[in-house]
């Protein structure tokens, strides 16, 4: 199986702060990395698919970008709704599809 | 509009079978490329793809649990069920459906991201 690590595992930031989140795995995927958001009681929601593409939608502040091994999530000015728990996932092998462990987003 | 939505019980005694159902609008499961997951998400493991049903009816299971698992469809009630044998304790947790349509961005490999989640539901294995 395809380990993704996430780091960090908590992050406190401020409304307005640029935000990078980091994906390893533990085996190249090339591009196949998907991000997803969640929101305490709610369904992850996709935020960027094929490493750096966003679904129509998604705001502007946020991308995504990596190849191989090693991602990045960005969020350029963070805003009130983005305090969350965003996760990668790989794709590359599509047995077992993986996540990584979560990066909760908190003040 | 896609939408999904699981139902099923909110608890289940250890060692009884779980049951859970996927109702789903917006797609078919016959047109090429569509694809229903479920996906799990326990205190201990966060998110973990449990199996998958291909509109081709192929099946895939996560291996750990390929013993307890089976998924099935019902293309013209656009549900997709989920039973789980021998549950435990561990199992605790929410279940997602959720909708992949597979792609080929690339020579490499196919997409299997999850672009539309149910909102998830709460299932207690307990005595």
């Known amino acids: 199986d395809i380990q993704m690590t996430q780091s960090p595992s908590t992050l406190s930031a401020s409304v307005g702060d640029r935000v990078t989140i980091t994906c390893r795995a533990s085996?190249?995927?090339?591009?196949?990395l998907a991000w997803y958001q969640q929101t305490p009681g709610k369904a992850p929601k996709l935020l960027i698919y094929e490493a750096s593409t966003l679904p129509i939608g998604v705001p502007s502040r946020f991308s995504g970008s990596g190849s191989g091994t090693e991602f990045t999530l960005t969020i350029s000015s963070l805003q009130p709704d983005d305090f969350a728990t965003y996760y990668c996932q790989q794709y590359y092998e599509y047995l077992p599809l993986t996540f990584g462990g979560g990066t909760k987003v908190e003040t | 509009q896609v939408t999904l939505r699981e139902s099923g019980p909110a608890v289940v005694k250890p060692t009884q079978t779980l049951t859970l159902t996927c109702t789903f609008s917006g797609f078919s499961l016959t047109t090429g490329g569509m694809c229903v997951s479920w996906i799990r998400q326990t205190p201990g493991k966060a998110l973990e793809w449990l199996a998958r049903?291909?509109?081709?009816?192929?099946?895939w299971y996560t291996t750990p649990l390929q013993t307890r698992l089976t998924l099935s469809k019902d293309t013209s009630r656009n549900q997709v069920v989920l039973t789980m044998t021998n549950m435990d304790p561990a199992d605790t947790g929410t279940y997602y459906c959720a909708r992949i349509i597979r792609m080929r961005h690339t020579t490499e490999y196919f997409s299997y991201y999850f672009d539309y989640w149910g909102p998830g539901t709460l299932v207690t294995v307990s005595s």
């Open positions: 085996q190249s995927i090339s591009r196949g």
């Open positions: 049903i291909d509109w081709d009816e192929d099946i």
